[in-house]
């Protein structure tokens, strides 16, 4: 599975964003990939922000964006949407997304759960 995240950009505090991940390769299985969004500023640890299970699709957040960010899958597009809302300057980052079939629970928010990695977009949050 290839992995390629996109719609990253500059905004103002307060804006949206949504970024997306979209697969290719054996996609005729992407339903079957557990999805994870993670960030990394500079300078710091790459960090989960958001995640999205396969079959039925349960969602989890970093408390940090919690009621702010919202993840969800088109498994037809074969693409997973990380809607940002609200966005402080504590967001920017180069967000990843990352994607494995056997991702168990207690590793849904862990880097090491997640087999295959896309490049990552930048968003910067700044006015």
């Known amino acids: 599975v290839q992995l390629q995240a996109s719609g990253g950009g500059l905004v103002q505090p307060g804006d949206s964003l949504r970024l997306s991940c979209a697969a290719s390769g054996h996609t005729f299985s992407f339903s079957n990939y557990n999805v994870g969004w993670f960030r990394q500023a500079p300078g710091k640890e790459r960090e989960f922000v958001a995640a999205i299970r396969r079959s039925q699709g349960s969602t989890y957040y970093a408390d940090s964006v919690k009621g702010r960010f919202s993840i969800a899958r088109d498994n037809a597009k074969n693409t997973v949407y990380l809607q940002m809302n609200s966005l402080t300057p504590e967001d920017t980052a180069v967000y990843y997304c990352?994607?494995?079939?056997?991702?168990?629970?207690?590793?849904?928010?862990?880097?090491?759960?997640?087999?295959?990695w896309g490049q990552g977009t930048l968003v910067t949050v700044s006015s």
């Open positions: 990352a994607a494995d079939r056997q991702t168990i629970l207690s590793s849904i928010r862990d880097v090491r759960g997640y087999g295959y």
